[in-house]
């Protein structure tokens, strides 16, 4: 816990709110780089997370609550 003081209160509720690429902005794929291809240059896909897999996410919005006695 970060700057956590004994209050004396035997409850405590936290609530926290966590956002990644809030405003949407899009993570494109590399360009092809084909030569003889009609979208040379272009990306034709979202960009893919760690590994390869597809775990983009172009707007993630995460909500947590803590109850602790």
Do not use: C, E, W
Not at 37 to 64: C, E, H, K, T
């Amino acid at each position: 816990m970060f700057g956590s003081a004994d209050t004396g209160k035997r409850y405590n509720l936290t609530l926290s709110v966590s956002a990644r690429n809030l405003l949407n902005y899009v993570n494109l794929a590399s360009p092809d780089g084909n030569l003889s291809s009609p979208y040379f240059g272009q990306s034709l896909a979202l960009a893919s997370g760690f590994g390869g897999g597809n775990s983009v996410y172009n707007r993630r919005i995460d909500l947590q609550l803590r109850f602790t006695f």
